[in-house]
């Protein structure tokens, strides 16, 4: 007798284990899934640093997220989704990964004195101490209070100010309130590279 | 009749695909030596499509890609692709075939039509074998006709095929910029459809925490792309790290990693053709 649409339903399973079913050898496959070297890892979008385009990124991390562990960087590229660059990136941009994990990036403030060849490494506490003292010297030394004609005009043009695109606003803000502050005339930014 | 139409070139790629991953990938062996003649099964069967007097003129459907199901052109053929499975198909798929064959020609109408209903919407509840045979034979119809249906533009981030309202089966990423813009592959009629990168295609979940890639360290460009939201995940085929890579066929090359992932608690949002 042949069987009916019915009896041919019921041979029926739902999902992955239909290959078995179908009569396919999984034992292979079991034993290739014991040797996997599966990683774990998250994407973030974010914005490259480097100028005032702002491109988008995608950053990898890997861990297994441990309370323990840091995440690592392993891969940066462009944020094909992001309505300024498509995905694209600058040498400078897709070269972002070794912002983070180049091991020639410095970590610590350094000073070359005058006169010398080799710079040296300082703790941050000597560094804002040194530049906070040449700074109180500089502007006591050259603070302008009345120009040629008279006027109070209470301005430092011995010191000039230049930020980097990777500043954020909070931080411009308070450089301009600080640069004001001391009589700081000059300030410049180069987010517009 | 134009090569879009007759897709052979794409069918001839995939099969030229699994030739060349059946031997490195020894647990898929199986799966793509006999994805092989199904697939040139279809190839000739799109083509058979392609010329018949009802689509030959060529020009552009009004209708959606599944508004209307052709026997007349499909059913001469469904008795020689029952015995391809027959013939090369592992024993119990082998025999579900032979049993569909001795089933008389409205039962064959009532389950193509059926499957062609429910093909990528409700197919999960229905069985293995009644899923594989309509699915396998109706997709190069579902992809005739997906290449002659206009196309609209998209708004919003939609996650079911616009052309025929399927589940996506695969991700796709393709080289746009120094990235890869992802695509969700539709699982019936193939057609791709640009999605968003970091966004579960099942719940809508962005958190970028809850949304986890796996990557094996021996085949970079299959990523298993969770979501620990739903518990679904993606696989996603990444053309940016194999440009050769046939997103259909790796994906059935990859079986290690559903089993992994079924280990690791996520479930498939729809599976391939052979229910991997």
């Not at chain 1, 069987?3 to 050898?25: E, N």
């Not at chain 1, 700074?135 to 301005?155: C, L, P, Q, S, Y």
Request: with cysteine.
């Amino acid at each position: 007798m042949s069987p009916t649409r019915r009896d041919f339903l019921k041979i029926s399973t739902v999902g992955g284990a239909a290959a078995a079913l179908f009569g396919f050898d999984l034992k292979l496959a079991y034993a290739q899934l014991r040797t996997l070297k599966i990683a774990r890892a998250n994407e973030t979008r974010s914005t490259c640093p480097y100028c005032s385009v702002s491109c988008g990124v995608i950053i990898y991390t890997i861990g297994d997220r441990a309370k323990n562990v840091t995440a690592q960087v392993v891969h940066v590229e462009g944020d094909p989704d992001h309505p300024i660059n498509r995905g694209t990136l600058c040498p400078k941009g897709a070269s972002l990964e070794q912002d983070i994990l180049n091991e020639r990036r410095l970590t610590k403030p350094q000073v070359r004195r005058p006169g010398g060849t080799d710079w040296e490494e300082i703790s941050w506490d000597d560094a804002l101490n040194e530049i906070a003292a040449k700074m109180k010297k500089t502007r006591d030394e050259t603070f302008i209070e009345v120009d040629a004609n008279g006027n109070r005009v209470n301005r430092l043009e011995s010191i000039a100010w230049t930020g980097g695109c990777t500043d954020t606003n909070e931080f411009n803000y308070l450089i301009v309130k600080t640069m004001r502050s001391l009589g700081v005339v000059h300030l410049e930014n180069q987010a517009r590279v | 009749m134009t090569a879009r139409q007759t897709g052979g070139a794409e069918y001839d790629a995939r099969i030229a695909r699994a030739g060349r991953l059946a031997s490195p990938h020894s647990a898929a062996t199986e799966f793509l030596e006999f994805y092989k003649p199904v697939a040139a099964f279809q190839k000739k069967l799109r083509a058979n499509i392609a010329a018949s007097s009802v689509f030959g003129s060529g020009s552009a459907l009004v209708a959606g890609v599944r508004d209307e199901l052709d026997l007349t052109v499909l059913l001469p053929h469904f008795r020689s692709y029952l015995s391809v499975i027959e013939q090369h198909a592992p024993p119990a798929l082998a025999e579900a075939a032979r049993q569909m064959a001795l089933l008389p020609s409205d039962s064959w109408i009532a389950s193509l039509e059926a499957y062609w209903k429910h093909a990528g919407t409700h197919d999960q509840q229905v069985g293995a074998f009644a899923q594989f045979l309509p699915r396998a034979f109706l997709q190069p119809y579902a992809e005739f006709r997906a290449a002659l249906t206009p196309r609209a533009p998209l708004v919003g981030a939609t996650r079911l095929c616009p052309l025929c309202g399927s589940r996506p089966l695969l991700g796709v990423l393709r080289p746009e910029g120094d990235g890869g813009k992802r695509f969700l592959l539709c699982s019936f009629c193939s057609h791709e459809l640009e999605f968003r990168r970091i966004l579960c295609p099942t719940c809508g979940e962005e958190a970028e925490d809850k949304l986890p890639v796996y990557v094996a360290e021996d085949s970079p460009h299959v990523r298993v792309e969770a979501c620990d939201t739903c518990k679904f995940y993606l696989r996603t085929i990444d053309l940016t790290k194999d440009g050769h890579a046939v997103p259909l066929v790796d994906d059935l090359a990859a079986i290690p990693h559903t089993l992994w992932a079924l280990e690791q608690g996520y479930s498939r949002l729809q599976p391939n053709i052979l229910g991997t």
